[in-house]
């Protein structure tokens, strides 16, 4: 563990000097908002980002997507300060379309699966197929679903596809803000859906699994410069510092696959 952590710290000290003697970094503060897949890695991160470049960096939370107060696209509207957004991709593109993110900052940082949990201790489900997930679903008693990337999934498309439309209405409810793994957790639904990333912090739960490879829908998160941003420099090296090598560990450790620079793996 020891060794770990040095070779981490090691690694993110060596990224900070490359930023460093490129002019990029300066003690500053970095304002972030960040939706809920990418939140555990990140929180493991940005210790190291404020240590190795001096930099604060003040987050924000809410969903990609929805009308909730804690919404990226609603904070955004009521004015909030952001220097860098990290969301579900296609999120970020609409934000930029509608000239709330600078257009050639996008960067995307991971790929997400969805995920399937239950109550710690009760009994797994048989999720290895679609005909098994099907029976499953219309055998549970109630099933919760995010407002984000993967409950718009879910919702409008999966059950479809499973032929169970109409069966998932009275008992499959979309819940928002709220982590659907603490829903499952207190016994409010038998079995949750959400990002892989974002049931795996969660007590309280066991994941099954993620969906069957012919259901999965991979949701790519991204970042970008928020428009009218104080520190875009400051922000480009945080983004930067995340797809670094020396972030990709945590990334993985939460659930996610790095993209790294160039679309590569």
Known sequence: MGFQSAHFRKLVLGFAAALLLAGQASA???RVMISGGLTAAFNALVPEFERATGNKVLTAYGPSMGTTVNAIP???????PADVLIM???ALGDLVKNGKVV????VDLVRSLIGVAVKTGAPKPDISSPDALKRALLAAKSVAYSDSASGVYVSTEMFAKLGIADEMKDKARKIPATPVGEIVAHGDAEIG???FSELKPVQGIDIVGPLPSELQKVTVFSAGIAKGSKEPDAGKALIKFLTSPAASA?????GL???MPGGTN
Not at 103 to 106: C, N
């Open 28 to 30: 500053t503060e970095v």
């Open 74 to 80: 609603v904070r955004l509207e009521r004015g909030e």
């Open 193 to 195: 859906f959400q990002q």
């Open 88 to 90: 579900v991709g296609y």
């Open 257 to 259: 696959e790095p993209i």
């Open 250 to 254: 945590e990334i993985v450790k939460s």
């Open 103 to 106: 257009a050639d900052s996008r």
